[in-house]
């Protein structure tokens, strides 16, 4: 904040205080965010009734620059025209200067007075837009500003996703600031490192009165590089290279920015002086090292791009975050995991999370906003004239790397009637105004790409310098969805290209992928992990893919397949759990082992299996040696739930950079019993730093014996029965089984009840101790499992976030494991006998439940995909084990009263995360 605010007292508890634009910021500047007065005007009358003289009463307050409907604005949405004004006093010493309001946004007709006196109206609702109040202002008084903003809905403007939360109004901070007698409308920069040099272009809003002086001071200190250009009368804009010696360039490891100060000069009495920033970077397409693969490079560096799908909305301030802070977060997350970018979507995205994306070394895929409607002339105006003003505005992000000019064919496709049906085309003569648009962009903008289309469903590329792709797939169709792709991607071939336009030599990219829309109807919210780690494994097989984009970086209205939730808690993957040491940035690591797609096998006892491994090494680092180790190590659980290590070994893995290469086979003895055996896979390098983390999994069939020799060397007979094996079972909300009873289910309280038979050949007093061995959860009543319940909505449109929005409604669903717990208690009676009672502390899925992944049948519908439980080992009572010698059963009930009725749920020996079925274990006296 600039001293000229730091002497205003509310700046402190106004939102967003900080200046909107660090890349384009002038000394003296006023926020106006905080609370207006507000009126809704439903039956539009307010022109005609002059609201805008301020005479009137504004009855609301509202919390700029909150979209009113959004709670943090304080103001519900009733109508689509919303009037502001508020008191506004410019300060005594601006006096003489030229002074403007400037809107950062504004959704979508916005005309603005002051004191009634009307200063202009601008129609868009993504980009800034400024009134000069210089002929009006009386500085040291109290003056009246008033803004108006019309917001009806209009086929043609970029309504975006505002389904999931309409921009409504003011969304971005609007603020008073001076400028010179002659001023810069916009200063681009445009970074050479192969020559360490850039040119700067400063443009005007009219042509130069007289001859202008413009300075710029880029740099700091001592090292900071000054220079001067004359900007003749007449002219509108001016470029002048400037020479950076060693130019420190901009990285993801070091994303350094160059401070810059532009001074303009020399008509009139007030200067004009603006303070930027720039990074020395280049974007580039180069081929993977050793091959004639393309790839997006960074500063001639071939980059494998991870990215995510970025909605950027936020569930209290819709498109509009609550601080900067926040902001600042939302980029960090996604550097914090590991990805490399960020793909803000159908959204010209805040500058200030742009600024925070420059300074921490993230890359963005920038996405022009969608209109839904047809493209007419007016749909073709609105995103021409967008696509400018945001080039305009966001020209000097280095993290920025790609335009996307539309998507998935929104908004360009034209009705038309085929045997009597509407039929939505995408006609040539639109494909061609889309080839026209990518080329609007790269001439306003050649140091970057520009895609025309991210494509889908059917739809293909005009002129592109990505050639992208969505596809979303269940985890075990990758593979060979990426063989055909591959195969199909080369120069000269029409696939993925509208007809008439084909293939160069463009990186092929994945710009969508998730698990969401593979399954059918979407997949409502589940353990994403397990899928994702599928398709990454995939990934990293096929080079000839320069990259992916994960659907997507949090949780929306009607999507729950984030990294975060929505309100940005943490979800659980659990494979910390399964491989210490790793997280989610195992995922990601630039050096990675891949096993294939297939993560969990069924394996025969004893047999020796042979798990192809894939090298993909995506960095040029040198300092690694020629030979890094990979140590494999086989352990897991057995069919009483004891873990066990089974095998380990070590081998050498060859190392160079960018290195991608099929490694020999590892063949892994597995256990001779049944037994979930978990694979896991460390790469270290010379010092013994550990590089990446990955695992696959053995589902191991075997019977398991009557009698079983403990680690305690003590004997134990073994008597087991299915889940689905119970013979009686009441719950007050509902009971059901899950694929024939792999799983039961019991929610609200209740109880099920077992009964096994004591074995004739066992006397009580050979019997040491017994227990009772079980995996159980908590079991929730989602929406979906309750009684007449649909998933489809009346009003359901799944891309204006319409619709489904329980996440437990869908059929598919099963919640992934966060930081929300669903507690249940159980109490479990063996005879009649309490054995005791435990807490149940959740209903997880993540990627810890193995067997409930590996018996999903492969028919893209889900049931209870990656649920798991907790192993329950209770020990029986002596009174409760004589009284079942003597009967000859043992029953054993499982027990939810109402203290805490979080249901239960009963997992067996092929679901869940332990191969065990509910086992009474009798341990024999020596």
Not at 34 to 59: I, K, M, N, Y
Not at 389 to 407: C, G, L, Q, V
Not at 522 to 527: C, I, K
Not at 547 to 573: F, M, P
Request: net charge neutral; hydrophobic share 35%; glycine share 8%.
């Amino acid at each position: 904040m600039h001293a000229a605010m730091a002497q205003t007292p509310a700046t402190a508890t106004i939102p967003l205080p900080e200046h909107p634009r660090p890349d384009f910021e002038r000394t003296n500047w006023l926020n106006l965010n905080g609370d207006w007065a507000f009126r809704f005007d439903s039956a539009d009358v307010g022109l005609r009734e002059h609201w805008f003289t301020g005479t009137q009463t504004f009855p609301l307050t509202i919390h700029v620059p909150f979209p009113w409907g959004a709670p943090l604005s304080g103001v519900k949405d009733q109508a689509d025209i919303g009037w502001y004004q508020r008191s506004i006093s410019v300060p005594a010493d601006w006096r003489g200067q030229r002074v403007f309001l400037t809107i950062g946004a504004s959704d979508w007709l916005t005309t603005v007075w002051l004191d009634g006196q009307e200063l202009g109206r601008h129609e868009g609702g993504y980009t800034p837009f400024s009134f000069e109040l210089t002929p009006h202002l009386k500085p040291g008084q109290a003056q009246r500003l008033v803004v108006r903003v019309d917001d009806k809905r209009r086929q043609f403007t970029l309504y975006g996703k505002q389904g999931y939360g309409n921009a409504r109004g003011i969304w971005q901070t609007p603020y008073l600031e001076t400028r010179g007698d002659a001023y810069i409308e916009a200063l681009h920069f445009t970074p050479d490192i192969d020559a360490n040099k850039v040119r700067v272009t400063a443009y005007l809003p009219s042509p130069a009165p007289n001859d202008l002086r413009l300075a710029l001071n880029i740099g700091e200190g001592n090292s900071a590089v000054k220079t001067q250009q004359t900007i003749r009368k007449g002219q509108q804009q001016v470029s002048v290279d400037v020479a950076l010696p060693n130019a420190r360039r901009w990285t993801l490891t070091d994303p350094y920015l160059y401070p810059v100060e532009a001074t303009l000069s020399g008509s009139g009495k007030t200067s004009d002086r603006v303070k930027s920033y720039l990074g020395m970077r280049k974007i580039s397409v180069v081929n993977l090292p050793g091959t004639q693969i393309p790839y997006v490079a960074l500063n001639n560096e071939p980059i494998y791009l991870q990215l995510t799908l970025d909605q950027s909305y936020h569930p209290e301030g819709y498109y509009t975050f609550p601080s900067d802070a926040f902001m600042r977060e939302e980029v960090l997350k996604a550097r914090q995991i590991g990805l490399t970018g960020i793909r803000t979507h159908i959204k010209a995205d805040i500058p200030r999370k742009l600024y925070w994306a420059d300074q921490l070394g993230v890359l963005v895929m920038a996405d022009l906003p969608n209109s839904w409607g047809e493209p007419d002339s007016l749909a073709r105006r609105e995103s021409e004239y967008t696509l400018r003003e945001m080039i305009k505005r966001d020209y000097n992000h280095p993290a920025i790397f790609s335009w996307i000019t539309f998507n998935e064919t929104w908004g360009l496709t034209t009705k038309q009637k085929k045997d009597g049906k509407d039929v939505a085309n995408y006609l040539p003569e639109t494909q061609k105004w889309v080839a026209s648009v990518y080329r609007l962009a790269k001439s306003l903008d050649p140091s970057r790409l520009v895609e025309d289309n991210s494509i889908c469903c059917g739809r293909g590329h005009t002129e592109t310098d990505l050639n992208s792709w969505h596809e979303y797939l269940p985890g075990y169709e990758w593979d060979a969805y990426l063989s055909k792709l591959t195969k199909q991607t080369f120069p000269g071939s029409t696939f993925h290209f509208e007809k008439g336009y084909k293939q160069g030599n463009q990186p092929m990219f994945n710009s969508e992928f998730g698990n969401v829309w593979g399954y059918e109807g979407s997949t409502g919210d589940v353990d994403w992990s397990w899928d994702y780690h599928r398709a990454i494994n995939a990934f990293r097989q096929y080079p000839q893919v320069s990259g992916w984009l994960y659907t997507e970086h949090h949780d929306v209205i009607n999507e729950w397949n984030g990294y975060w939730r929505y309100d940005r808690s943490e979800k659980e993957l659990g494979v910390g759990e399964l491989v210490p040491g790793m997280t989610i940035r195992d995922f990601h690591a630039p050096l990675y082992i891949s096993t294939g797609q297939d993560i969990a096998r069924t394996a025969p006892a004893g047999a020796t299996v042979a798990i192809p491994l894939t090298a993909s090494f995506m960095t040029g680092q040198t300092d690694l040696g020629q030979n890094l180790t990979l140590t494999a190590k086989l352990y897991g659980w057995d069919a009483l739930g004891q873990s066990k290590t089974w095998w380990s070994a070590t081998r050498s893995v060859p190392y160079k950079p960018y290195l991608q290469q099929n490694l020999d086979s590892l063949r892994v003895p597995m256990p001779n019993e049944k037994a979930v055996a978990v694979l896991a896979l460390v790469l270290t390098d010379a010092s013994g730093a550990e590089l990446h983390h990955n695992f696959m999994s053995f589902v191991v069939n075997a019977p398991v014996p009557a009698t079983v020799t403990l680690a305690t060397n003590r004997k134990a007979r073994v008597l087991t029965t299915p889940a689905s094996q119970f013979k009686n079972a009441k719950w007050s909300l509902k009971q059901w089984n899950v694929l024939e009873g792999k799983k039961v289910n019991g929610a609200g309280s209740g109880f099920v009840e077992y009964r096994m038979t004591w074995p004739k050949d066992v006397s009580i007093n050979g019997v040491e101790s017994a227990s009772f061995l079980v995996e159980a959860s908590a079991k929730q009543l989602f929406t979906k499992d309750r009684e007449g319940i649909t998933m489809k909505d009346a009003d359901t449109d799944y891309m204006l976030g319409k619709g489904v929005n329980d996440p437990s409604k869908n059929p598919n669903a099963y919640p992934m494991t966060d930081q929300t717990r669903f507690p249940s208690a159980v109490t479990v009676r063996c005879n009649g006998q309490v054995a005791g009672r435990y807490e149940l502390p959740d209903d997880p899925a993540d990627h810890r439940g193995i067997l409930s992944w590996h018996a999903q049948p492969q028919d893209r519908k889900l049931r209870e995909a990656g649920s798991y439980g907790y192993k329950l080992t209770v020990p029986l009572p002596t009174e409760a084990l004589q009284q079942a010698a003597l009967t000859g059963e043992l029953v054993i009930r499982l027990e939810v009263d109402d203290s805490l009725p979080g249901g239960l749920a009963i997992y067996g020996s092929e679901f869940g995360r332990y191969p065990i079925d509910p086992t009474v274990l009798l341990v024999l006296k020596p």
